[in-house]
């Protein structure tokens, strides 16, 4: 990772539209996850897996304690002897319903599948929330989300936006609707810690995942 992209990492909360953008998409994935939910689907395109997002969200869940964030990462290809953890294909996709969320990640155009896939676990109850590139085309994806986040590769690319979603979602932080989950927390130092893991994260960054992914 290149310093200038360092340098926003440790700058994100000043003055950008990030932020508040940042936090209010973790707070709807922390909404969504309760402990009384059906657990976290992580799943990307054909052609991208979000390795580094599940690491992440796997790390952050036992920071925070929050072990509803722990995601289980879905494959459009499952190898032959692949761990059990690391086997689930896009058929858990159609098993997805009430009160399980499904987190899209999509760098590129998600295909026919996926996307039917989605729309089905939407229509049974699950909670859709998608992170994309900015594209030309209309985004079918965007569409049938519940909450979505859109990287702009002139502002910040969807890499870095991943390592920021991941970072709040840890955060007890206000949600979707506004609420802190430490009301008796100050912001200056909930900001304070936010820049610290901020900066710890771009230490992380180029870092393969751990053993467990």
């Known amino acids: ?16 539209e990030w932020l508040p953008s940042t936090r209010r998409f973790a707070g709807s994935l922390r909404a969504s996850v309760t402990p009384r939910g059906g657990g976290l689907l992580l799943v990307g395109t054909e052609r991208h897996e979000p390795w580094h997002l599940a690491a992440h969200l796997d790390d952050e869940a036992a920071w925070s304690g929050m072990t509803e964030l722990s995601p289980t990462l879905v494959r459009h290809r499952v190898p032959h002897g692949a761990p059990a953890h690391l086997s689930y294909g896009l058929r858990r996709l159609e098993a997805a319903g009430r009160n399980e969320t499904l987190l899209v990640v999509a760098p590129d155009t998600p295909g026919t599948g996926l996307l039917e896939r989605v729309h089905d676990a939407r229509r049974e109850g699950a909670t859709v929330l998608t992170l994309e590139q900015a594209r030309a085309e209309p985004s079918e994806l965007r569409d049938m989300a519940h909450d979505a986040l859109t990287a702009n590769p002139g502002e910040l690319d969807l890499d870095t936006l991943q390592h920021l979603v991941s970072a709040a979602a840890g955060e007890a932080g206000p949600g979707p609707g506004g609420h802190s989950g430490t009301p008796h927390l100050p912001t200056a130092h909930r900001t304070r810690r936010f820049r610290d893991r901020l900066s710890r994260l771009a230490d992380q960054l180029t870092s393969p995942p751990p053993p467990r992914w």
């Open 1 to 16: 990772m290149d310093a200038v992209r360092v340098a926003l990492l440790r700058d994100v909360l000043s003055g950008t």
